[in-house]
T-cell receptor, first 109, second 116 residues
Framework: GIQVEQSPPDLILQEGANSTLRCNFS?????LQWFHQNPWGQLINLFY???GTKQNGRLSATTVATERYSLLYISSSQTTDSGVYFC???????????FGKGTRLSVIA | GAVVSQHPSWVICKSGTSVKIECRSL??????MFWYRQFPKQSLMLMAT?????????EQGVEKDKFLINHASLTLSTLTVTSAHPEDSSFYIC????????????FGPGTRLTVT
């Protein structure tokens, strides 16, 4: 099956710093989503981005489908950004998402 | 975005008993829902695909007789953990796709199961 690799696995940032999280996938995908899992376990949808670039406030994401990777940018990080960021892909329509192992982000004041 | 709910949020049960977890799509209909399991500090692992009106499809290594899935309506799927054991303690999360929202999938808040 498809492989999804995220890097780095762990990241510690000073508040106000910027960061880039990467997601590589091994095959063509129909769907790619980025999530933030909060301390209570809830997965928050950040981006649905099978291709192209999107921005939402301090967050933006870019997926280059032809090169099989996606990037999540976090600017001016805040302590509330802490948590685990997951990339997940779907190979074809109406199939389950396959998750990467996540990037655990800690933002310190 | 679309809303998916789960009930209960957490449950503690004794070894050997059964526990039912509900997953509901609140503002859309979902012919397909997915059940995942997450152990501490690990990623989400797919357990099964729940199809409305038909049998669920289980991933390799997931016991279908232990994890019973019923998708009785377009807004409700249930996961029953039968004869639970301590090793079944985990965080169970469901997801569904809003057909009116393209291919984006939405997740419930999860159910934390502890088997004593």
């Amino acid at each position: 099956g498809i492989q999804v690799e995220q890097s780095p696995p762990d990241l510690i940032l000073q508040e106000g710093a910027n960061s880039t999280l990467r997601c590589n996938f091994s095959d063509s995908v129909n769907n790619l989503q980025w999530f933030h899992q909060n301390p209570w376990g809830q997965l928050i949808n950040l981006f649905y981005i099978p291709s192209g670039t999107k921005q939402n406030g301090r967050l933006s994401a870019t997926t280059v489908a032809t090169e099989r990777y996606s990037l999540l940018y976090i600017s001016s990080s805040q302590t509330t950004d802490s948590g685990v960021y997951f990339c997940a892909v779907e190979v074809s329509g109406n199939t389950p998402l396959v998750f990467g192992k996540g990037t655990r982000l800690s933002v310190i004041a | 975005g679309a809303v998916v709910s789960q009930h209960p949020s957490w449950v503690i049960c004794k070894s050997g008993t059964s526990v039912k977890i509900e997953c509901r799509s609140l503002d859309f209909q979902a012919t397909t829902m997915f059940w995942y399991r997450q152990f501490p500090k690990q990623s989400l692992m797919l357990m099964a695909t729940s199809n409305e009106g038909s049998k669920a499809t289980y991933e390799q290594g997931v016991e279908k007789d232990k994890f019973l899935i019923n998708h009785a309506s377009l807004t409700l799927s249930t996961l029953t953990v039968t004869s639970a054991h301590p090793e079944d303690s985990s965080f169970y999360i469901c997801s569904a796709r809003d057909p009116g929202g393209g291919n984006e999938q939405y997740f419930g808040p999860g159910t934390r199961l502890t088997v004593t």
